[in-house]
Structures are given as structure tokens and as C-alpha cells.
């Protein structure tokens, strides 16, 4: 564990952001924080750093994401093609299989070391999900997990019914997060027919916006989730 413990976290607002450039944004706030991990190996207590936590919340132009063990197949629109719904295609390093990013939706990147709050990937991924669960009654939505499934959904007991609403997919290394969760607030669902989401064939997506049957003020959800989750991983904001 870290000799010295940080339970602030500083919030990033990113608006409207190419993939590639969060992505980017990401890597760097992560490689910080493992170099400053790597540095304080090798110094006495007393002159050990503390590690910076971040939330990054963003939204994407559309764009399909496949993690590190994903199948390629699930993406059922050709590349070639993608040019055609304003889309683009990435390979990356979290796990899960392919989601879809796009306006109406955040998306949140925790940089967090974990070592700043628990060592347990488990209680980690619950914690995100639980972040959203919270939300979610906000808006009188009863949601919760499906065993063996990541991510937060709605009829979870009921199985032909079940539709996913918030998708998960971390990296971890030496404890520390990127990536993280997209919540559909008011996203062009129509977008989700392009892929076999999370590799999941016979569950659909769903949104805020369809649950309810309104549009929805992201920046609202935002603040209200941005509070659940500094309840569930209690922190101060920096």
C-alpha cells in the first residue's frame, strides 16, 4: 500500500471529445501516476509523493470501441462503411468486448490509485455500477447487476425483459484505473444495431431517455451521479 494516502480526486470535465484525444488525455494521467508509483519505490517515507486520482467525464462523436479480448465480428457494420453513420473504429486496452460511444451519453474515466482506497478490482467495478444504481433511483429507476455480467441493468429478474443501460470496461495496472463506464442518457440507440454489444447477443440497450420517455439534461445526471459516486468511493473533491 502507499505510505501516504490521497482520498481527493480532482474532476475533469472533457465536453465533447474525440476518442483518441481521451484516450491520449487518459494515458497521460495514468503514466504519471505509475511513474510517481515507480519513483517512490526507491525513497525513504519521508520523501515519497502522494498519487493524483482523477474523474474524467466526457462525451464521444460515435464511435465503436472493441477491448483487448473482444471478437472483431461483433462489429457488424463493415469498416469500410463506417464513414456512412459518421463512425469510428477502435481496438484498445480495456477489457470487455465492443460498446458504442456517442453524443447523450457519459462517459467517465476514474484515473484512480487504488491503492489510495482498496486493493480489490471486484469491489472496484461494483462500486462503479453501484455509482450508477444510485443514480438511477434518483429518477425512480429501479436498476441492479446481472450475475456474470458486467455493467448496470433494468428488469434484471426478469430475462427475456433485462436491458442493459451503463456498459463497464477497465484496465488496471499496479492498482491504478482507465477506462470506465458509458450511462445512455439520450444517445441515438439506433446506433447499438451496428454491434453485437459486449459481445452479448439476446440482451438489449436501452437509455434514460427511452425509460422515462423524455429527454434528459445530461449535465443534471451528471451532477447527481458525480455526487453517488463520491459517496460510494468516499473521497473529497480536490
Not at 444517445?187 to 420517455?213: H, M, N, W
Request: proline share 3%.
Amino acid at each position: 500500500m502507499n505510505s501516504l494516502l490521497n482520498k481527493k480526486v480532482k474532476f475533469i470535465d472533457l465536453g465533447l471529445k474525440e476518442y483518441q484525444q481521451a484516450w491520449d488525455y487518459q494515458v497521460s494521467l495514468f503514466d504519471k501516476t505509475l511513474a510517481v508509483k515507480t519513483e517512490n519505490r526507491n525513497l525513504p517515507e519521508n520523501q515519497q509523493k502522494i498519487t493524483d486520482n482523477y474523474l474524467l467525464f466526457c462525451e464521444h462523436p460515435h464511435v465503436f470501441t472493441l477491448g483487448k479480448s473482444g471478437d472483431e465480428s461483433n462489429l457488424i457494420i463493415s469498416k469500410e462503411e463506417l464513414h456512412t453513420v459518421h463512425a469510428t473504429y477502435h481496438h484498445i486496452n480495456r477489457g470487455g468486448d465492443i460498446t458504442y460511444h456517442g453524443p447523450g451519453q457519459i462517459v467517465g474515466y476514474p484515473i484512480l490509485d487504488l491503492e489510495n482506497f482498496f486493493t480489490d478490482i471486484h469491489k472496484y467495478m461494483r462500486l462503479l455500477e453501484e455509482s450508477v444504481i444510485q443514480t438511477l433511483k434518483e429518477y425512480k429507476i429501479d436498476a441492479g447487476r446481472i450475475a456474470g455480467l458486467t455493467g448496470v441493468w433494468i428488469d434484471v429478474e426478469n430475462e427475456r425483459k433485462a436491458r442493459k443501460i451503463c456498459a463497464l470496461g477497465v484496465k488496471t495496472s499496479r492498482w491504478v484505473t482507465m477506462h470506465g463506464f458509458a450511462f445512455n442518457i439520450n444517445p441515438d440507440l439506433r446506433y447499438f444495431a451496428y454491434i453485437v454489444p459486449c459481445g452479448i447477443q439476446d440482451k438489449a440497450v436501452t437509455s434514460l431517455e427511452k425509460e422515462l420517455g423524455r429527454k434528459v439534461d445530461v449535465r443534471e445526471v451528471q451532477e447527481i451521479l458525480k455526487e453517488k459516486f463520491r459517496e460510494q468511493f468516499d473521497f473529497e473533491w480536490l
